[in-house]
């Protein structure tokens, strides 16, 4: 047997996911899962018959159509156009995928040459990082800092080299739940027009925004060209399983991405994409209701986390807040949540692994407040053990 590794080097030292790995953790210890996000409670009862109406209808049970289902490329378009103002031709501009995790993938791998610089903000969500190693670019990370997480747009300038490609966008941010302010974006929409830059912005939380508003950065000036926007059913319909995200972009931008995401999955989640085209076209109460929902479990959950001994910073946007376990006497925030689930029976994700400077995340761990208040509150209530037990 070779001793050459099996593992292709782009990926080496990426083992299992912190998710994969904390929520195992959790399982074998039976403790509050406040670690992956996804949501313990389903999403609206009417999309998820329409998923069964789909489904005993023969719609989607055999390989949709390449770019998805028309009528869900239409509710993606009508969505933009609604909460927007931004127009998309449901035929030339829309492509559904399998989550938002296969859109990035598709889009790193479709726009990149090896040897291009990707600048993102760090800390970076996981799959960024392994994307864009995998199709052979360099990660140029921006550091984002506590307590204000506010990327320094001077810092990116002096970033950009001949060899920038793509900005990669996440807004708003996870972990750090950072919104960018409409100044903020429009200085990332003029350095990408000034030095043509190609920008992939990941809008997952787009309907999860509690103080500011989410704007597309696509909507700047000199963007619509460049930009390709990614979001995602499972974050805004509370239906993590199904799998179902999109891309919006240009006729050309589209296709170089269906062209990648043709060879990943071909296509996916078929009668999931009938119930989503339902969901997109729930009422505004829908959308106001799930994230005044959220936000009442934000901020009980930054109170129970601050009043528990953390510092915790306000999330803007998402469903996770940060935290600093320094006043706990903690240093390292991943040894600190391996150890949680014994010491409390809680489970929650550090932050460190998303930063190539590991040290600047070091003592930052993330909580997530998708879960129903009686499991917050439960969780909140075994963290104080931790200053008094
Ligand atoms: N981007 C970000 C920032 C995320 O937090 C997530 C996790 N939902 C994803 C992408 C992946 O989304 P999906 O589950 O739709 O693949
Ligand atoms: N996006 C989810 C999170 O940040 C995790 C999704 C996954 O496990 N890949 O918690």
Redesign the pocket.
């Known amino acids: 047997m070779s001793t050459r590794p099996l593992l292709n080097r782009s990926l080496a030292g990426m083992g299992t996911?912190i998710?994969?790995e904390m929520s195992a953790l959790a399982t074998a210890t039976g403790s509050i899962n406040l670690g992956?996000?996804f949501p313990d409670t389903d999403g609206p009862e009417e999309v998820r018959e329409a998923a069964v109406r789909a489904l005993r209808a023969g719609l989607g049970n055999q390989y949709p159509p390449g770019p998805g289902i028309p009528e869900l490329r239409q509710a993606v378009a009508e969505h933009q156009q609604r909460f927007y103002g931004l127009t998309y031709d449901p035929d030339t501009e829309v492509l559904v995928t399998a989550g938002a995790?296969e859109a990035i993938a598709a889009a790193l791998l479709a726009l990149l040459e090896p040897g291009d610089e990707v600048i993102a903000f760090e800390p970076f969500?996981d799959s960024y990082a392994a994307c864009i190693a995998m199709a052979g670019a360099r990660r140029v990370p921006l550091t984002l800092r506590a307590p204000s997480f506010r990327p320094d747009l001077d810092e990116l300038r002096s970033l950009i080299t001949p060899r920038t490609r793509l900005l990669l966008i996440n807004t708003p941010h996870?972990p750090t739940g950072t919104v960018l302010t409409p100044e903020e974006l429009a200085t990332l929409a003029e350095l990408a027009v000034e030095h043509d830059l190609l920008v992939v912005t990941d809008e997952v939380y787009e309907h999860l925004v509690f103080t500011g508003t989410h704007h597309p950065l696509a909507a700047l000036p000199g963007m619509r060209e460049r930009t390709v926007a990614i979001s995602s059913a499972g974050k805004t319909f509370s239906f993590t399983g199904w799998k179902v995200g999109w891309v919006t972009g240009t006729p050309e931008l589209v296709a170089a991405v269906r062209t990648a995401k043709q060879y990943l999955t071909y296509v996916s989640a078929g009668p999931f994409q009938y119930a989503v085209a339902e969901a997109l076209r729930l009422p505004d109460s829908y959308y106001a209701d799930f994230r005044a929902d959220l936000h009442r479990k934000r901020d009980l959950l930054v109170g129970g986390l601050t009043a528990a001994g953390f510092r915790a910073f306000e999330p803007q946007g998402t469903y996770f807040v940060t935290t600093d376990i320094t006043p706990l006497g903690e240093k390292d925030g991943l040894e600190f949540c391996r150890a949680l689930p014994e010491r409390c029976g809680v489970v929650a994700i550090p932050n460190a692994v998303f930063y190539d400077d590991a040290e600047a995340g070091r003592s930052q761990v993330r909580f997530?407040f998708c879960k129903r208040v009686e499991v917050l509150e439960e969780a909140v209530s075994r963290l104080h053990a931790l200053r008094t037990g």
């Open positions: 996911t998710f994969a992956q996000g995790t969500y996870n997530a």
